[in-house]
Every structure is written in structure tokens, then in C-alpha cells.
């Protein structure tokens, strides 16, 4: 097993999955990232494209990992168009995971969009370690639920659970997962609330955590060169997303200033979330 | 900057500045953000050199624009990404105590001179000027490697700002001592040597260079040997505070460099590996070092390599 994960491998996508028109997963084989801790991330390299960070997603095949991407920019719409047998190129995995306490006993997975990725990795950690693990999964409307089926395998035959919401009420639960989350936690108490999504939906969701006094892990995104702690463009305040996170928890979140604030564009400005 | 006891083994001096100790951060590293300063800062970090500002914002390349090669080795074409005067300014206008050089980048005198205005209120140490960036066209070496165009850049840097003012040289066309000379003529105080070295990676198996721009910079434990000689040379043949910078990992490097004339050095390659706390461990050696050595204070050993 290759140990250096600053090693660029190239990898040949043995196997593509539509999850939506507009997201698709990428599978390959490569033992390092196949044992990536959950939150970590891989550079990305699309040949005379793109480099992007991607966060590892989970395959069933034993030695095999896996790349969700949702068609946005030139980079993740090129490996968007990746086909089967075509190469691609990975270094990683790379930041730190989320955290699992012993001591655990049920934890509330938030998730938005392809923010499920590490989460579902998670997930799969959890249930393995007998947490009982409730999952709440947002999407805009109907067509752009993901992994409804993946999770409902995860947590078949455990006391796990699953709550998908839309929305515009096309399917499951009418209503955002932040608005779910908030009904669940004033019935159920929990260890801990994981989240990943987009930035202001995560806000929220550490948010309500802090109000209900349950700790909360979020991993957080921005725009990367390096993903090694060089160039310094993942900076969060003092923090650089790559190497000290992605995750970070209530505690690091609270003393951020530009946490669902701002966060900075490619030539460095800052930039107000919309 | 007063120098307080505790630092004063290690404090240096580099023209009229005075550090706390001669650790610096390279231009191009972590170079965008105030608090990010003051993180280094409180990792005991002794001085920061910015990223490389421009009149306007520069998106740079797309990536891959840094990759790691093997044993310590770097590759970049960043392609000078920066926010611009005005943004910049406004993220180091909260600066109070952190000696900051701000390093500029630009392809006419112009240029600079604009910067200058803008950035000269702010409280800051000096500039460093890029005359050595090997990946962008009209700016950096192609500059460096003119030295009508260098004597004209710094001799205006110099008319519009009282503070000191480093040139940071590369290996390009122009032979390194003639272009440092150059820059010292026409009014800097000190000079940074040396920048990255042009340089290349291809993929094997995709057959495709793998920057984006497919030429860029070699920097760490590979181009250390090169920048210990250019100091070297620079320091012995002109006798002007020179900065070191290349490839510096180990508290061993920064002894090194300091041997062969450095006053100061600059890091930044190794964050990849090490991480911000790099400064913090790399001071407590240097430290140990002198003491091990019997050595009253770290400057003292600057240029001791040129006796032999």
C-alpha cells in the first residue's frame, strides 16, 4: 500500500453512477482513499482541466472509493463528462475527521445536497460501531434527492433512521432539514450533530445545536489551490480549511467571524454570503 | 521594534528593521489574510512578507497551480493570484504590531508607484519587490531579467517610500550578483534571494504536463543548495543585508543560510508538511543552537562561511 498520500496516482473511473441529471458519482480504485477517514478530501486532478478538492465518497467494492461531483463550475462539469476508463488523477486523502466519541450513543447526521458525501461515510462508521445514527437528508425538490437508497442499505436491520425532505414538498418531508432537524431534536436527545451543506444551512444547524447544548461537527468548504496548507486561499479567519479542517467543532465555529459570513474568492477578496 | 530581553538571542537586524528573530514567511504562502498574521505571529514567527500585490485583483491560473513532488520538492504557477491595492490595504489597515513586508509585483514603474501610494500609511516595515517570478509574462523575471527595467522600478519605489526596500532575485538569464547590484544602485537596502527555480512536471501515464500552465517554480529541499550559493556570493561580493530563502525545512537550513550571509531568512515550502508551528519549533533550536555553541547572539554568526 502506497503510504504517501502527497503522491499523485492515477486512477481509471471503473464505474459512473447518475445519481441526479446533474450529479454523478465517479468510482475508482485506490486503497489509500478506500480507508480515508470521514470529512477527508482528495485534490482532484482532471488532466489540462481543473484540480478540485472532493471529499471521499464511499463504494461498497472492498479496496475501491468513490468522487461525487455536482456539475457547477469548468472543473466539476469536465469531471462531470468523465466516462468509464477514462483517467483521472488523486492526492490524499488529505484534513482531519470527524470525531466519534466511545462514549456515543445516538448522534443526528444534517445533511444538504452532495454535503452528504462525508456524512454518509460517517454514517457507515457509526453503524458499525452500534450508534445509532438519525439522518436528516435536504434537497430543493424531488429530482435532486441523493443517495436515498445507499442510506436506507447503510441503516437496514439497525434502529437507525432516515428523514428525507424536500423543499417544495415534491417528495418526503415538506420543508428544509434545518426546520426537521429542529422538530426531532426537541423530542430526542443526542451526543452530537454532524453536518455538511451548503454554508448558511450550516449556520443553522450549529445554531440550533448551541440553543439545544448538543455538540456539533461541521465541515466546511472553500475555494482551494493546494490543499496542503500552502497557498492559503482556504483561510476561514485564523484556520485553514485543508489543514486544520475541514471539521471544526461548536466550540472552533463560535470564535469564527467569517463562519456563514464571508468566505474569499479565487483572487483572495472577500465576498458576503448571498 | 523594541526587543525585549527574553528575544534577545535571537533578534536580528537587516538594514534599519529589527526582528525578533530571523524567521520570516516567503512571499506566495498563506499571504492573504490579517488573522492568519497573527496566528503565524503568535507561532513566534519573526517577520512576513506577503503575497505578491498588484494594482488590480489577479485570479492567477487555474489548477493545478501547487503541486507536491517527491522529498520535500514543490512545483507552482500560482500565477499571482492576489485581491489588489485597495482590498489589501484594507485587510492590513487593523495591523498594529507584526512587522510586515508588503511584496509587490508589477510590469511599469507606474505600477509601483501606485501601490506605493496607497500602501505607504499603513503600518508596515517595508517592500519587497518581485523581480523573479518565473511564471508570468511582463512581470516578475521578465522584469528582472531587464535591468534598464529593474533600475527603473526600484529607483522609483525608492523616490516615492522613505521605508526599506528589498529586491528578491531569482536564477533567471542575468547573472544573480549583476542584478542585485543593480537593484542596490538604483536605492534598495536589502536583498531576498532567491525566488523559485523555472521548472516542470509531466505525468507519465496521461503523458500531460500536470501545471496548468506547465511551466512553473521548483521550490523546497531541492533548490536549497542553489540559494545557499547565490546568498553566498551576493553577500561576499556586496556587502548588503541579504535574506535567504529556499528550500528551508530544519533549523539546520536557517544556520546554513546565516553562514553564508544571510541576516535573516525566509520560509515557506514546508508549511505543506509542517504547518504554521514550524516557526515556533525552529526558533527553540535556534535558540538551543547558540547556546550549544556558546554563541552571545544568533547575528553573530552571519557571514562567518566567508572566512574559509
Known amino acids: 500500500m502506497p503510504t504517501n498520500i502527497d503522491n ?25 482513499s478506500y480507508f480515508a477517514e470521514p470529512g477527508q478530501f482528495l485534490m482532484v486532478w482532471i488532466p489540462r482541466i481543473e484540480e478540485i478538492p472532493m471529499s471521499v465518497m464511499i463504494n461498497s467494492k472492498e479496496g475501491f472509493a468513490a468522487v461525487t461531483i455536482r456539475k457547477f463550475g469548468i472543473g466539476s462539469t469536465s469531471l462531470f463528462e468523465r466516462k468509464k476508463g477514462d483517467l483521472i488523477g488523486i492526492r490524499g486523502p488529505y484534513g482531519n475527521r470527524f470525531k466519534l466519541r466511545k462514549k456515543y450513543e445516538k448522534i443526528l447526521i444534517v445533511g444538504g445536497g452532495t454535503g452528504l458525501v462525508p456524512l454518509l461515510r460517517l454514517a457507515t462508521m457509526a453503524i458499525n460501531k ?21 442510506t436506507k ?18 417528495y418526503g418531508i415538506k420543508g428544509t432539514n434545518v426546520s426537521e432537524m429542529t422538530k426531532i431534536v426537541r423530542n430526542e436527545n443526542f451526543d452530537c450533530v454532524y453536518t455538511c451543506g451548503p454554508e448558511l444551512m450550516m449556520k443553522a444547524v450549529v445554531d440550533i445545536a448551541k440553543q439545544n447544548s448538543i455538540p456539533v461537527q461541521a465541515s ?27 471539521i471544526f467543532d461548536g466550540w472552533q465555529l463560535s470564535k469564527m467571524l467569517e463562519f456563514g459570513s464571508t468566505y474569499r474568492d479565487k483572487d483572495g477578496q472577500k465576498i458576503k454570503f448571498a | 521594534m523594541s526587543v525585549d530581553d527574553k528575544n534577545f538571542k535571537l533578534s536580528v537586524d537587516i538594514d534599519e528593521i529589527t526582528l525578533r528573530n530571523p524567521t520570516m514567511l516567503a512571499s506566495g504562502i498563506l499571504g492573504i489574510s490579517q488573522s492568519i498574521f497573527e496566528r503565524l505571529y503568535d507561532e513566534n514567527i519573526g517577520g512576513i512578507v ?60 507606474k505600477d509601483f508607484a501606485k501601490m506605493i501610494k496607497v500602501f505607504d500609511s499603513l503600518n508596515i516595515i517595508g517592500y519587497e519587490i518581485n523581480l523573479s517570478c518565473p511564471h508570468v509574462s511582463k512581470m516578475g523575471m521578465e522584469v528582472g531579467d531587464d535591468p534598464e527595467a529593474v533600475s527603473k522600478i526600484v529607483s522609483t519605489v525608492r523616490k516615492n517610500t522613505k521605508k526599506p526596500i528589498s529586491v528578491k532575485v531569482g536564477v533567471g538569464s542575468v547573472d544573480v550578483i549583476e542584478l542585485a547590484r543593480t537593484a542596490i544602485d538604483a536605492g534598495a537596502n536589502i ?30 529541499t531541492a533548490i536549497k543548495p542553489i540559494g545557499i550559493r547565490c ?16 528550500g528551508i525545512s530544519t533549523w539546520q537550513d536557517v544556520v546554513e543560510y546565516m553562514l553564508a550571509g544571510a541576516s535573516a531568512v525566509q520560509i515557506g515550502s514546508v508549511l505543506g508538511s509542517a504547518g504554521p508551528g514550524i516557526f515556533n519549533s525552529i526558533t527553540k533550536d535556534l535558540k538551543k543552537y547558540i547556546e550549544r555553541k556558546g554563541i552571545m547572539k544568533i547575528s553573530e554568526i552571519v557571514g562567518i562561511a566567508h572566512k574559509y
Open chain 2, 50 to 109: 506577503t503575497k505578491s500585490i498588484s494594482v488590480e485583483p489577479m485570479k492567477g491560473y487555474p489548477n493545478p497551480t501547487i503541486i507536491p513532488l517527491s522529498g520535500g520538492s514543490y512545483l507552482n504557477a500560482v500565477g499571482l493570484s492576489n485581491p489588489g491595492v485597495i482590498a489589501f490595504s484594507e485587510e492590513l489597515s487593523q495591523n498594529k504590531n507584526i512587522p510586515i513586508f508588503i511584496s509587490l509585483v508589477g510590469s511599469s514603474e
Open chain 1, 220 to 246: 466546511l468548504e472553500r475555494y482551494m489551490k493546494c490543499g496542503i496548507g500552502i497557498c492559503g486561499s482556504c483561510c476561514l479567519d485564523s484556520s485553514l480549511i485543508c489543514q486544520d479542517g475541514t
Open chain 1, 130 to 150: 452500534k450508534i445509532k445514527s438519525t439522518i436528516v437528508m435536504g434537497a430543493r425538490t424531488k429530482t435532486e434527492v441523493l443517495f436515498e437508497k445507499l
Open chain 2, 191 to 220: 536583498i531576498t534571494a532567491i525566488n523559485t527555480l523555472r521548472a516542470m512536471s509531466i505525468d507519465v501515464e496521461t503523458m500531460m504536463p500536470i501545471l496548468s500552465n506547465r511551466i512553473g517554480g521548483l521550490s523546497g
Open chain 1, 153 to 170: 442499505n447503510i441503516i437496514s436491520g439497525t434502529a437507525s433512521s432516515l428523514f428525507v425532505c424536500t423543499d417544495d414538498g415534491s
Open chain 1, 8 to 32: 499523485r496516482r492515477i486512477v481509471k473511473i471503473s464505474e459512473t453512477i447518475a445519481e441526479t441529471p446533474t450529479v454523478k458519482t465517479l468510482v475508482f480504485k485506490d486503497t489509500l
Open chain 2, 231 to 246: 546568498v553566498y556570493e551576493i553577500s561576499k561580493n556586496l556587502k548588503v543585508p541579504v535574506i535567504g530563502c529556499g
